[in-house]
């Protein structure tokens, strides 16, 4: 019965352009407190005048997509692109 | 409490995003520079011209320090705002999207409201403090030359205390820079005093 429960996401990759401000600070601490997250990772890829590009890794059990897409939007951030995706049963 | 909070944690990052830390404390400084040379030269004046009735000077103050706050609120609303939607706009072409919804627009309307009421607000201190000592001598707690004396001394000691909040921002000697700003208070005076004398 093990592989019958319902998925649930437990990692997310992704690609995001975003301003310089807010900083990936003040971005990773609202996104460490969406339902669901537990780790939070953020690295800069490349930085431009106005914006930069980063790789934000998140990890936990059962965090909704939508909420981090919001948050996202929220913060002038937009993703480009979902790099990896982690779904487990539980 | 916990909405109070938020409040805060809100205002911060307003004012992280916005960058108005710095603008903040220079248009404080600035203004309050300005509404205590003015001021000084309402009081010095009145001197000057013998003025003996000291609801004269704090009319003539209050008007001087609401004309100073209303003009200070609007200058810096009106260009804070323009400088600050250009900013967004350029942005938004730089991510090629709206950011109106995002806390990148709502620091934009914020902040030039935040520096406005900073603005504003900066000059009515020195200027009522220096007003202080005539509001008391309307009441009879002190002499008109009592006045005079005192409303100069603390406006001296409120521009040294200007100038030393500069040098302690920039890390240099606190001294130097309240003793410069002293000294073009009094410079002021001095001029003042000498043309009227003529």
């Known amino acids: ?90 | 409490m916990r909405r109070l909070r938020e409040v805060v944690e809100k205002f911060r990052l307003y004012s992280s995003v916005s960058e108005m830390g710095e603008i903040g404390r220079r248009y404080f400084v600035i203004n309050a520079f300005d509404g205590a040379m003015v001021i000084l030269g309402v009081v010095l004046g009145a001197f000057v011209a013998g003025a003996r009735d000291p609801s004269m000077i704090v009319s003539a103050g209050l008007g001087g320090m609401l004309a100073m706050g209303i003009s200070g609120f609007a200058g810096v609303y009106i260009s804070e705002r323009a400088e600050r939607i250009k900013r967004l706009k350029d942005l938004e072409k730089a991510m090629l999207a709206d950011l109106g919804n995002s806390v990148i627009g709502d620091a934009t309307r914020f902040a030039p409201v935040a520096l406005a009421v900073i603005d504003g607000i900066a000059p009515a201190i020195p200027a009522f403090v220096a007003i202080l000592p005539f509001i008391l001598c309307l009441r009879g707690a002190m002499l008109i030359e009592q006045a005079y004396a005192l409303s100069i001394l603390l406006t001296l000691v409120l521009l040294f205390l200007l100038g030393a909040l500069l040098g302690r921002l920039s890390g240099e000697n606190v001294f130097i820079y309240g003793f410069v700003t002293t000294f073009v208070g009094l410079a002021t005076a001095a001029l003042i005093l000498g043309l009227g004398g003529n």
């Open chain 1, 1 to 90: 019965m093990g592989d019958s429960g319902s998925p649930i996401l437990t990692k997310v990759v992704l690609d995001v352009l975003k301003p310089h401000k807010p900083s990936i600070l003040e971005l990773g601490e609202v996104l460490g407190s969406v339902d669901g997250v537990k780790t939070v990772n953020i690295v800069i890829r490349e930085v431009d005048v106005e914006t930069e590009t980063i790789k934000v890794v998140l990890e936990g059990s059962g965090f909704k997509y939508k909420e981090i897409r919001d948050v996202m939007e929220k913060f002038g951030a937009k993703i480009h692109s979902v790099d990896e995706v982690v779904v487990e049963k539980r």
